[in-house]
């Protein structure tokens, strides 16, 4: 085997074995300190801290998202500027590295159309809601 291979084995070990426990191990420690709290301002009588409400099932039961249309469409237009800012992004950097280092891989660029493409989806989609909204006003 090849130094690089070996390098490669470790770097594939350490983002898809040792980061995802560790994140793991972090969630769970973190679960923990917010119990811990918890059961201190249960036993002191004073009043709970509140919970994170920015769960699935809060965002299913509608509970936290009580947005107006508006601002939905807003949330689309906020993460398709920065989706499409990300894409060029990283389409700057893979084209700096792939001019700069010869061993390193064209075909890389390519991964920078994915930010790229998903941000111009959602920002299609804010202006199909936009235009949505103002037909529905002027409806009214």
């Known amino acids: 085997m090849k130094s690089s291979d070996v390098s490669d084995i470790w770097a594939f070990a350490i983002v898809f074995g040792i980061l995802p426990i560790a994140f793991m191990i972090a969630a769970v420690l973190v679960q923990r300190l917010k119990t811990q709290e918890r059961l201190r301002a249960i036993e002191k009588g004073l009043p709970l801290p509140p919970d994170t409400p920015l769960t699935a099932l809060a965002f299913r039961e509608r509970k936290v998202f009580n947005a107006t249309p508006r601002e939905v469409a807003a949330a689309f ?14 389409l700057v950097l893979f084209t700096a590295l792939a001019e700069t280092i010869p061993e390193f891989k064209k075909g890389v660029i390519a991964v920078s159309a994915v930010p790229f493409f998903l941000g111009v989806g959602f920002l299609i989609e804010y202006r199909l809601r936009r235009k949505e909204i103002e037909s529905r006003e002027q409806s009214r």
């Open 77 to 90: 237009r906020v993460g398709g500027t920065i989706c499409v800012a990300v894409g060029l992004g990283l």
